[in-house]
C-alpha cells in the first residue's frame, strides 16, 4: 500500500530567497529614484537662487546707471569677490549700495572692446555723454564651486 502525500502548508526556502530576492531590487531601485530626485532638486534650487542673485545684482547695476550722475563699480577681490559696491553722486548727494552674499563670488568684466577683461577695480563710470555700460558679470556658488552663473549686458540710459 501507498502512502498519500502529506499536505503540508508553508513555504520552500527557494520561495523565500526569490521574494527576498525580488525585494532587495525594489528596495534598491527606489533608493535610487528617490535620493537621486532629492539631489536633482537641490542642484535646481541652487540654480534658481544663482539666477535670483544675477537678477539683484544687474537690477543695481541699472539702478545706478540709470539714475546716477557718475558712479564707481568696485569688487574687493579680482577675478573673484565676496562683494560689489556700487558708490554714485547725484546732485551732491552720495549713495552707496553693497551687494553681498556668504554663498556666493562675483567676478566683473568690461566686455566694452572686441575682448572682455577683467574690470578695473573701481571702475569709473560717466554718464555725461549717455554711453551704454556692456558688462558681464559671473556668480560662482561658494560651497560648488562648477556651478556658475554668467551674464553679458548692455546697460544704457534711457
Known amino acids: 500500500m501507498q502512502k498519500s502525500p502529506s499536505k503540508e502548508s508553508g513555504v520552500t526556502l527557494i520561495e523565500t530567497l526569490a521574494v527576498l530576492t525580488i525585494l532587495s531590487i525594489v528596495i534598491v531601485l527606489s533608493y535610487n529614484i528617490f535620493f537621486s530626485g532629492i539631489s536633482n532638486?537641490?542642484?535646481?534650487?541652487?540654480?534658481?537662487?544663482?539666477?535670483?542673485?544675477?537678477?539683484?545684482?544687474?537690477?543695481?547695476?541699472?539702478?545706478?546707471?540709470?539714475?546716477?550722475?557718475?558712479?564707481?563699480?568696485?569688487?574687493?577681490?579680482?577675478?573673484?569677490?565676496?562683494?560689489i559696491i556700487l558708490k554714485g553722486k547725484k546732485d551732491g548727494v552720495t549713495k552707496t549700495t553693497e551687494i553681498s552674499n556668504p554663498?556666493?563670488?562675483?567676478?566683473?568684466?568690461?566686455?566694452?572692446?572686441?575682448?572682455?577683461?577683467?574690470?578695473?577695480?573701481?571702475?569709473?563710470?560717466?554718464?555725461?555723454?549717455?554711453?551704454?555700460?556692456?558688462?558681464?558679470?559671473?556668480?560662482?556658488?561658494?560651497?560648488?564651486?562648477?556651478?556658475?552663473?554668467?551674464?553679458?549686458t548692455i546697460i544704457s540710459r534711457l
Open 103 to 152: 554663498n556666493f563670488e562675483y567676478a566683473l568684466y568690461d566686455i566694452s572692446g572686441t575682448i572682455g577683461k577683467v574690470m578695473d577695480n573701481p571702475k569709473k563710470i560717466t554718464n555725461t555723454s549717455s554711453q551704454p555700460l556692456s558688462i558681464k558679470v559671473i556668480i560662482r556658488n561658494k560651497q560648488h564651486p562648477s556651478e556658475k552663473y554668467e551674464v553679458s
Open 41 to 83: 532638486s537641490n542642484k535646481a534650487e541652487r540654480t534658481v537662487l544663482l539666477q535670483q542673485e544675477m537678477n539683484l545684482v544687474i537690477q543695481n547695476i541699472t539702478e545706478f546707471h540709470e539714475t546716477q550722475d557718475s558712479y564707481d563699480i568696485a569688487v574687493d577681490n579680482t577675478p573673484f569677490a565676496s562683494n
